[in-house]
């Protein structure tokens, strides 16, 4: 059986995917899971840099490791690795949808379709805004890991 694999993506790579690839590696490694965990972003901003350190910062406080976390852009074979797509907002989802093969279309969600409550809701892009931004996004990311813990603890 093979190894599971998780993308999660934003608009830059730079606040909610990273902080989502660092909470689910945690999350998974919690669980015992065996899981390939990486982010991008749809838009190549900040190619190589490391995650906007407010987003380090507040998850780092709820003890998540950004280590080894580099932004990247989506890459067409991207959807050919990973087995779930996961997308922060609409935007961001649209922009996986035009991109991917009409055969890799099934794994492109959002990433909230993964926690209870908050189905087809958005993770807000924290970026122009303070502290309290960037914990929601964690609360929010959070739930949805879990979600999809237990969805892949089912399969």
Known sequence: MSV?????????????????????????????????????????????????????????????????????????????KFDYILAMDSSNLANLLEKAPDAQRHKVKLMLDFAPGHEGQEVP????????GFELVLDLIESASDGLIKQLQAS
């Open 4 to 80: 599971p694999s998780v993308l999660f993506v934003c608009l830059g790579n730079i606040c909610r995917s990273p902080t989502a690839e660092a909470v689910f590696r945690h999350k998974a490694a919690q669980a015992g899971l065996d899981i390939n965990i990486d982010s991008a972003g749809t838009h190549g901003y900040h190619i190589g840099k490391a995650p906007d350190k407010r987003s380090q910062a507040a998850g780092v406080e709820r003890g998540y490791s950004f280590k080894g976390i580099a932004c990247r852009k989506v890459a067409d074979d991207d959807f050919d």
């Open 125 to 132: 892009d924290p970026y122009y805004g303070g502290k309290k």
